[in-house]
């Protein structure tokens, strides 16, 4: 044990930079002052988000406590932190135990490879546990101050909360093993590593939503099983995440049910993880360094030069870097399969179909009167879903130590900075090509409204990507031991997301303010177009103009 405690102990401090802070501390204020600011940031939007997410979980309780269901805001709390873990711990599992770059040098330690995979683990763990608190502290603070808990309950709520993000996590690594040795069989190990991280991610998707539909669809049903126990709401709604059943019984059952729904929780997890640390003991190295072997190549090579301009050049390198790192390909290109996934939903059936939201698409569709709100409304819909593009806001940052390259290749920084906007963008414009595609099987809208919504998403998303790729220009995360660092853990992808909101919130303003003056689609798309097409190049002719100064303040 005193080795995994040593290798755990190394791997956070490389993981959080704990030296390099107290470093920075004593030898350079500068930059010490500087992540700190950006830490009180970080906490200051993280304080914003708790602040909103309080007031929201304090009106559901007032609406479950009268309808005797208090205990509602724990299962919804629960079963926020369960899914999120489970559905994004694919990405932290794979990053951190098979594709970082320590790999190597932990295969040569005279350590068990069962004790490197427990390490890996706790680490990923410890990550997800500020999320799992953040989600869990407010509906347990709420509940337990509007039922007069004592202290114990605050322990088990602790407890609870420390357990929760325990099974997703153990799911993720049990599927991320069996992955990684099926890779290691096969000559084209990082294509089949994307194909089945997206795969794994669409199937929890598409499973945790079944399991949500299998709501009753006949109200009188549900009104009728909600008289004869008030836990009725609780255990369907805990179909999306079983364990938020136990934690929503430990917590308010009180007495024996408390205990026996704890071990439960307790019990299933360390169970589920020793079968899947068993199952490491044997299978983990062979995985992890299946990605440093290198395929045998047969026959002579041919090697052949063509002429080609500087932005398709840069603009080809970066998508072959993307997909070279399964880890940048996994956080890219997610959204291409996720958003028409989302908008196909609704052909499924279930609940998802009669949302309310839902039923208002499917009216303005079906209403040749109301064609303007619907491209309107599916524009910017889909554009908040396309912002989410770590490929543009981390693009200098995945360089890294190799950035000195790019200050040196005989290429004017303003065209490597719009080769790589316009590499970034085509991963937004392409999901949102694939949205717009399934919304015209989902919705039945018409080819020429389907082509509208597309150039709206098109140029609404040009702003965004510009913002980000900014970010990232200015601020690059260039310091990083591990990939997933550079791309899931650089501030610059939420300040994107941010810059993002705002951008598609401001077009939203001005298009329900178009809609007052007319409602002509034909009108209304124009001038649309004509004002995001003018935004879109001042942005990028801003970008360009701040490539020059960026690239000489870049240090390797």
């Not at 980000?468 to 690059?476: A, F, H, K, S, T």
Request: charged content about 10%.
């Amino acid at each position: 044990m005193r080795k995994f405690f040593s290798l755990l102990k190394t791997q956070l401090n490389a993981q959080f930079g704990f030296t390099n802070a107290l470093y920075n501390l004593k030898n350079d204020r500068k930059a010490f002052l500087r992540g700190f600011g950006i830490f009180i940031a970080v906490l200051l939007s993280a304080a914003y988000f708790i602040g909103f997410y309080t007031f929201f979980i304090y009106q559901v309780y007032k609406g479950a406590s009268a309808m005797n269901m208090p205990h509602m805001i724990l299962t919804i709390a629960a079963i926020c932190s369960g899914v999120i873990v489970l559905i994004f711990g694919v990405f932290y599992i794979l990053g951190a135990l098979f594709l970082a770059k320590d790999t190597e040098f932990l295969a040569s330690l005279p350590i068990q490879q069962g004790s490197v995979f427990m390490a890996k683990f706790a680490m990923v763990l410890i990550g997800e546990y500020p999320l799992a608190f953040i989600l869990m502290l407010p509906p347990v603070i709420i509940y337990g101050i509007g039922m007069q808990k004592g202290v114990l309950y605050y322990i088990l709520a602790i407890i609870c909360t420390l357990f929760l993000p325990f099974l997703p996590l153990v799911i993720s690594s049990f599927l991320s093993l069996v992955l990684m040795n099926v890779v290691s069989r096969s000559k084209r190990r990082d294509l089949i590593i994307i194909i089945g991280s997206i795969l794994m991610v669409v199937g929890l998707f598409i499973a945790q939503n079944y399991l949500v539909s299998m709501m009753p669809d006949n109200p009188e049903d549900f009104a009728k099983a909600l008289m004869e126990s008030s836990d009725a709401i609780v255990r369907f709604m805990g179909r999306a995440f079983p364990p938020s059943v136990w934690v929503t019984s430990a917590l308010s059952a009180g007495g024996a049910e408390s205990a026996l729904n704890l071990l439960y929780l307790v019990g299933v997890s360390v169970a589920a993880f020793l079968i899947v640390y068993l199952l490491a003991s044997f299978i983990y190295q062979r995985g992890a360094t299946a990605q440093l072997e290198t395929r045998k190549t047969t026959g002579k090579v041919r090697l052949t030069y063509k002429r080609s301009s500087q932005i398709f050049a840069i603009f080809k390198n970066e998508w072959l870097i993307l997909l070279r790192t399964p880890i940048y390909a996994l956080n890219s290109l997610m959204m291409i399969f996720v958003i028409p996934l989302v908008m196909l939903m609704p052909l499924f059936g279930g609940n998802f179909a009669k949302d309310s939201d839902m039923q208002l698409l499917f009216q303005l569709a079906g209403s040749a009167e109301s064609q303007t709100i619907l491209m309107l409304v599916l524009s910017g819909f889909i554009s908040l879903f396309v912002m989410i593009n770590p490929a543009v806001s981390t693009t200098f940052s995945r360089e890294g130590r190799n950035i000195w390259i790019l200050k040196n290749i005989p290429v004017k920084p303003e065209t490597q900075v719009y080769a790589k906007l316009l590499a970034g963008y085509s991963v937004s414009f392409l999901a949102a090509a694939a949205a717009v595609i399934t919304s015209v099987i989902t919705f039945r809208i018409g080819i020429l409204t389907a082509l509208m919504i597309l150039i709206l998403c098109g140029l609404a998303t040009i702003p965004v990507n510009a913002a980000g790729l900014y970010v990232d220009l200015i601020r690059p995360k260039l310091k990083w031991s591990n990939p997933q660092e550079a791309i899931k853990q650089n501030m610059n992808a939420v300040l994107e997301m941010l810059f993002g909101f705002i951008i598609i919130s401001v077009f939203a303003v001005i298009a329900f303010l178009l809609l007052k003056l007319t409602t002509n689609i034909w009108y209304t798309f124009g001038i649309m177009v004509l004002l995001l097409a003018a935004v879109s190049y001042l942005c990028v002719m801003f970008v360009g103009k701040a490539a020059g100064r960026a690239y000489r303040n870049f240090e390797a």
